[in-house]
């Protein structure tokens, strides 16, 4: 059971919770307390989804080549850091890998940042998200993988350069990249998890004076994760993607 439940989870518990039981049935699943089914990160996330979708509302009818708003050159930076990334990374042919690594990069970004926010939390401090985000990373860049290279091209790369050693390098590469969702996960769950219960002591501590500077690193936190993450997902693409000499 959740330690105490939000103020948005609340609503939504008291609204929503019979679709929500639906949903679980359909997936096979049933609430521990089907009277409040939602669980903050569930309800965090769609909070973060909202968000997303009412700034980029905002900002498309704004857009601009003469007179570009600050909105606007904040998402411009973004997109040339990530072009200039993908570019560097899996090289000339990276644009068309821009949009899943922007969404990935602008929902991990903006998760993490809602934990500033008072009376809300971060959902990537609760395993589940991170875990969702590593499983759609894997599985995004096995799917690029075969799609650049075609099936049977894309399995040899587990064979090694040599078919004699293939009994070899067959197990580790699979353990490898097995391994991946695990190692993402667990690097975004765990410094942020660490990150709000650092902030959460210390707001008890010194309500006013300390958090402040605490707040600062959770912010340099939330950019620094959402990076590492998504450059590690570049990472993976170019590896999928790549064609061997």
């Known amino acids: 059971m959740q330690e105490h439940e939000l103020w948005v989870t609340a609503l939504f518990n008291d609204h929503l919770a019979g679709p929500a ?13 089907p009277a409040r089914p939602w669980a903050n990160f569930v309800a965090m996330e769609i909070v973060v989804a909202l ?16 007179r ?6 904040i998402f411009e930076v973004i997109y040339q850091f990530l072009e200039g990334t993908a570019e560097e990374v899996i090289g000339p042919h990276g644009r068309p890998y821009l949009s899943y ?3 990935i990069f602008i929902f991990i970004l903006f998760s993490n ?10 959902p990537t401090m609760f395993a589940a998200v ?34 004699v050693l293939a009994p070899l390098m067959v197990p580790i590469e699979l353990i490898s990249h097995l391994a991946r969702p695990l190692s993402l996960t667990i690097r975004l769950y765990a410094n942020m998890y660490a990150g709000e219960q650092v902030t959460l002591a210390f707001i008890g501590l010194a309500p006013l004076v300390i958090p402040v500077a605490f707040m600062g690193l959770h912010v340099f936190v939330a950019f620094l ?7 590690l997902t570049t990472v993976y693409v170019a590896e999928a993607v790549r064609h061997e000499h």
């Not at 039981?21 to 307390?33: K, M, R």
């Not at 968000?51 to 003469?66: C, Y």
């Not at 570009?68 to 050159?73: N, S, T, V």
């Not at 799917?143 to 587990?158: D, N, V």
Request: charged content about 10%; some cysteine.
């Open 225 to 231: 994760q959402a990076y590492i993450f998504t450059l």
């Open 68 to 73: 570009p708003g600050r909105l606007q050159h």
């Open 21 to 33: 039981n639906t949903v679980l049935s359909w997936a096979g699943f049933e609430a521990e307390n």
């Open 130 to 163: 991170p875990l969702g985000c590593a499983l759609a990373t894997f599985t995004y860049y096995n799917l690029s993988g075969f799609r650049a290279q075609g099936l049977g091209r894309y399995l040899k790369h587990f064979a090694g350069p040599m078919p």
């Open 113 to 122: 940042l809602l934990g500033v926010i008072p009376t809300f939390e971060s």
């Open 51 to 66: 968000i997303v979708v009412v700034v980029f509302a905002l900002l498309r009818p704004r857009l601009s080549m003469d």
């Open 101 to 103: 690594l922007g969404t």
